[in-house]
């Protein structure tokens, strides 16, 4: 799995460090000091190679190294003032070391891995034709250009609530074996949530985006934004508006992702790898930069004959017994007679009843 630095250069060189100048410094030094003193280098010690080493015994006065200490301390300030990270607290400063060799990049293998997901995606939700054929096509082009990982294009899927999207997108994650981030648009406040607000602010923090990248380093997560056409917004008493769709703007488009800057931390990162997949039950609800970014999939809901299949499926995966699973179906096969066609969180909650009846202690 290869290393990719994930932000600007914000380390200070090491050969910057107060120690290494005043170590240089005090070498210069002590070549001075044997010209001045017209002291003689026996030739064995030459011919050895070991100038250095003699000249390390040559004794400097205390004033010459209170001077190299303030000149070396001065240019290691100055140094260390360029770097972004002078701007933050000492304990911030040491958050961000877990950076300073990169983070990792996932790739698919081959093209046949990526046929190997999109199959599995569509043998667990083939009502979901449309986004699996998208996320087949997409990595199967990041695997052909031949970049260092895997990189997808910002996925809308749009659809009834209650089909899948959002498992669908787990499941993604978990198959091709990155770390997710579930964010929901409706319980959130604005865009503070995702991307942090800026510092001087009261409740000023990280948002979750950064706080993901710091502690699974990893440079590209898959990210669900679920039902973004309910996000809120937040406005100053100045008229400023923070609202969520606009703050995803500059982080749907390729290039402007690859230099964002985090309000909080003024740092710029490296996000043109993470993996977008948004979620919304009426496209029509959100701006259309957002849409010229993210065309919608269309979705439809799963028939019967799907939700019987996914109960199997996910009742044997909970080792539900024959009599359970066929009850459920049974029941699923019942209510479309009766013209109600359960969605698959009603399924979920019928398989979770189930199982949370055969795991009951027996009465006495």
């Not at 030739?43 to 006065?61: M, N, T």
């Not at 293998?109 to 599995?120: F, L, N, Q, V, W």
């Not at 039902?227 to 508006?241: C, D, H, S």
């Not at 995966?317 to 699923?332: E, N």
Request: net charge positive.
């Amino acid at each position: 799995m290869p290393r990719i630095p994930i932000t600007e250069p914000i380390f200070p060189d090491p050969a910057l460090s107060e120690s290494a100048i005043r170590e240089r410094l005090s070498y210069h030094a002590r070549r001075l000091e044997v010209r001045k003193s017209g002291l003689v280098i026996p030739d064995h010690l030459a011919a050895e190679g070991k100038l250095e080493e003699w000249q390390q015994r040559i004794a400097l006065s205390r004033a010459v190294r209170e001077r190299i200490a303030r000149r070396a301390a001065r240019i290691a300030a100055r140094a260390d003032h360029r770097s972004p990270l002078s701007r933050l607290k000492r304990e911030e400063r040491e958050r961000f070391e877990v950076l300073r060799n990169g983070v990792d990049l996932v790739a698919l293998p081959s093209e046949h891995r990526a046929d190997e997901i999109a199959a599995a995606l569509h043998a667990e939700f083939p009502w979901m034709g449309p986004a699996n054929e998208a996320i087949l096509h997409a990595m199967r082009r990041s695997v052909q250009s031949g970049e260092a990982g895997l990189r997808l294009p910002p996925m809308l899927l749009d659809g009834p609530p209650g089909i899948g999207k959002n498992r669908w997108a787990r499941r993604l994650e978990g198959l091709i074996g990155v770390p997710d981030l579930i964010f929901e648009a409706t319980n959130e406040n604005a865009s503070f949530g995702l991307v942090g607000s800026q510092r001087g602010w009261g409740n000023a923090v990280p948002g979750r985006l950064v706080n993901l990248i710091l502690t699974r380093l990893v440079a590209n997560p898959v990210v669900v934004v679920d039902e973004v056409e309910k996000a809120g917004e937040a406005r100053t008493t100045q008229g400023r508006v923070f609202s969520l769709t606009d703050a995803l703007l500059p982080l749907l488009e390729p290039l402007s992702a690859r230099r964002w800057t985090c309000p909080y931390y003024e740092v710029a990162f490296d996000m043109g790898w993470i993996i977008w997949v948004l979620t919304c039950n009426d496209w029509r609800r959100l701006p259309e930069p957002l849409l010229s970014r993210c065309p919608p999939i269309r979705l439809e809901s799963p028939s019967r004959d799907h939700l019987v299949a996914f109960a199997g499926r996910e009742g044997a995966r909970r080792s539900l017994s024959d009599a359970s699973i066929d009850a459920v179906c049974t029941a699923i096969s019942w209510a479309a007679v009766q013209g109600h066609r359960p969605d698959l969180r009603a399924v979920i909650r019928m398989l979770d009843r189930a199982e949370g009846l055969e795991r009951r202690p027996p009465l006495q």
